[in-house]
């Protein structure tokens, strides 16, 4: 089945620092991709998404591009804030498109 | 305001007893969903629903039973089975077929 596999953390920066965490996926065909974050004692929220291969998906300054011949989506930011720590996970649909396959998570802790 | 809801946010239960968890959903969302989260890991499927009536189970859905009376409901029992119930429960409703939003989660404690 469809797998995904990210960078280990922790990943500790200072503010506006240039980010990247890694994050490589394994699939049959071309599922959705998505990258969610959880700050401390939350839920999940829906950072970014994308639906097919080299869409681009961008939120909040953070991007991710789909790339099949890598099968990589990485999660880059070009300058982060103290507000930006929190825990991100890699996401993969399943391949019948009714469940999400997560990475372990990486955590991101920002310093000013 | 719409939103899934999850109660209690944190929950302690004694050994041998079952216990509920609440996930409320006013999205109009089919889809929803039981994950567990330990910490340093990813999330781990434990049950979903598509539809009313009908659930599926995950990856780890030993020791647990759920519920999909009505649309807007999704409660998820720990039972006495569950070897190592600790953690935290997130609940997540979609579309099916498009991305989930999550509640905000409870905290099981087993005492």
């Known amino acids: 089945g469809n797998s995904v596999t990210q960078m280990e953390g922790p990943v500790t920066l200072s503010e506006e620092a240039f980010l990247t965490i890694n994050c490589t996926y394994t699939a049959t065909g071309y599922p959705s991709l998505f990258w969610y974050v959880q700050y401390p004692g939350e839920g999940l929220q829906l950072l970014l998404k994308a639906t097919k291969a080299d869409d681009k998906g961008s939120n909040k300054g953070f991007e991710a591009t789909y790339r099949k011949e890598t099968t990589s989506f990485h999660l880059e930011k070009g300058s982060v804030q103290v507000s930006d720590s929190a825990v991100y996970f890699c996401v993969v649909a399943n391949q019948a498109g009714t469940a999400l396959i997560f990475g372990k998570g990486t955590t991101l802790s920002v310093s000013s | 305001d719409g939103g899934i809801t999850q109660s209690p946010k944190y929950l302690f239960r004694k050994e041998g007893q079952n216990v509920t968890l609440s996930c409320e959903q006013n999205?109009?969302?089919?889809?929803m969903y039981w994950y567990r989260q330990d910490p340093g890991q990813g999330l781990r499927l434990i049950y979903y629903?598509?539809?009313?009536?009908?659930?599926q189970k995950g990856d780890i859905a030993e020791g647990y039973s759920v519920s999909r009376e009505k649309k807007e409901s999704f409660p998820l029992t720990v039972t006495s089975a569950q070897k190592n119930p600790t953690a935290f429960y997130l609940c997540a409703s979609s579309i099916v077929g498009y991305e989930q939003f999550f509640g905000p989660g409870t905290r099981l404690t087993v005492l």
């Open positions: 629903s598509q539809i009313v009536n009908d659930f």
């Open positions: 999205l109009n969302h089919d889809a």
